[in-house]
Each structure stands twice: as C-alpha cells, then as structure tokens.
C-alpha cells in the first residue's frame, strides 16, 4: 500500500517563495507528480519526478529524493492565482500495474 | 489537447437507483481511472483499468463496479446508490509508461438523497 502525507493548508504572501512538502512510503515507486487544484475544478499536471533531483519550470521547481521518501513542490514570486489546493501523488509500478495515489492535498492561500 | 470527457457534471439520484458515470478519453491511453474526492480525505482511488476488459480495485471499491468495453471509454456504476457515496467523481486517462501524465475530466458531481 501506499501513504502520502502534506501539510493541509498553508499561506504565503504575494511576490514570495513557499515550499510545499510531500511524504511517501510506497512498495513499488515509480514517479511522483504534482498536480495544481482550483476549487471546483479538476486536477491539472505540474510536474513529474521519477530520480532524485530538482526539476525546474518556470515559477515552479519540483524536488525528489527516493531514499527518504520526500519530495517538495517550490513555487517562486506567488501570484494570487496561485491560491489552490496541491496535490502529491506516487505511481506504484509493482505487480505490472500503475496505480496512482494521491495525497489529500495542500490548500495554498496566497495573501496580499 | 488530451480530452478527457465526463457525460454528467452535476446529478441527483435517489437512494436505491443504480447509477451510472460515463467516461471518455480521446487520446488512445492505456490506461483510465476513477477517483472520488471529499473535504478532508482528498482523491481516493476507486477502481482503474489498465486495458479492455481489465480492472483492478482501488483503495476504496466497495459498492462500486466499472466497466471498461472498449478502449476509450470507462464506466463507473453505484448498483444501489446510498448517501454516503454523494461527492464529486473524477475520471482521469493516462497513456503507458513511466512519466506519462494523468488526465483529468473536469468531474460529476453526486449527490444521493
């Protein structure tokens, strides 16, 4: 089985950097995503990390280490439209499946 | 663009009626899946299928069917729908391999009474 933990809410301020981090114990990894969640809306892709390392794009930087089970989402110079909920989710690859799991997700509030 | 297409965006079902959620991807993926998500519990995974005629039970499946005829399309059915199964439902495609994103619908709002 798999468990996903991310802090539930967070706030920062406009034009700021906040760190957004994801825990995860899986039999079989194989990939972790970020996803960006407006309210009433589906789930949209940010980015993937399948090796350990820091994966950058744009504002948002994605960071992965597999031997502690850790990853963090980076979100540079915040927007107001950046007020969403971020979800982790970890592919497990074991028994020839890719099964999907999400954490419950992280609710970003950006202030003024 | 991927298209990921949900028959119903909002429904209001009775206890007791079979439902039923239809689902339709447009892009060939392998795979297809189904979520729902609640306050507090974020997405859970139902049930996914990895091909025709192949389904493999989520974490939370129980009063849950699916049923995946053909490739593009991916059906969730509630045979005896109950109130504790009104939330918002979430399909999503992903095509094989390692890296290859998930594609959400934009999701079917339920709820039983």
């Known amino acids: 089985g798999q468990n996903i933990d991310q802090p539930t809410e967070m706030t920062a301020t406009e034009g700021a950097i906040v760190q957004i981090n994801c825990t995860y114990q899986?039999?079989?990894?194989?990939?972790l995503f970020w996803y960006q969640q407006h309210a009433g809306e589906a789930p949209t892709f940010l980015s993937y990390?399948?090796?350990?390392g820091l994966e950058e794009k744009g504002r948002f930087s994605s960071f992965l280490s597999r031997s502690k089970g850790y990853s963090y989402l980076l979100l540079k110079e915040l927007q107001m439209k950046d007020s969403a909920s971020y979800l982790c989710?970890?592919?497990?690859?074991?028994?020839?499946?890719?099964?999907?799991?999400f954490g419950i997700g992280t609710k970003l509030q950006v202030i003024p | 663009d991927v298209k990921v297409t949900q028959s119903s965006r909002y429904l209001v079902k009775r206890t007791g009626e079979k439902v039923f959620l239809e689902c339709v991807q447009d892009?060939?993926?392998?795979?297809m899946f189904w979520y729902r998500q609640d306050p507090g519990l974020g997405l859970r995974l139902i049930y996914f299928?990895?091909?025709?005629?192949?389904?493999e039970k989520g974490d939370i499946p129980e009063g849950y069917s699916v049923s995946r005829e053909k490739k593009e399309r991916f059906s969730l059915i509630l045979e005896s729908a109950s109130t504790n199964q009104t939330s918002m439902y979430l399909c999503?495609?992903?095509?094989?391999?390692?890296?290859?994103?998930?594609?959400f619908g934009e999701g079917s709002w339920l709820t039983v009474v």
């Open positions: 899986t039999s079989g990894f194989n990939g």
């Open positions: 299928s990895y091909d025709v005629k192949m389904k």
């Open positions: 892009m060939d993926h392998e795979n």
């Open positions: 989710a970890v592919r497990d690859g074991s028994g020839g499946y890719q099964k999907v799991t």
């Open positions: 990390n399948v090796l350990d």
């Open positions: 999503a495609s992903s095509p094989v391999g390692p890296g290859n994103t998930i594609y």
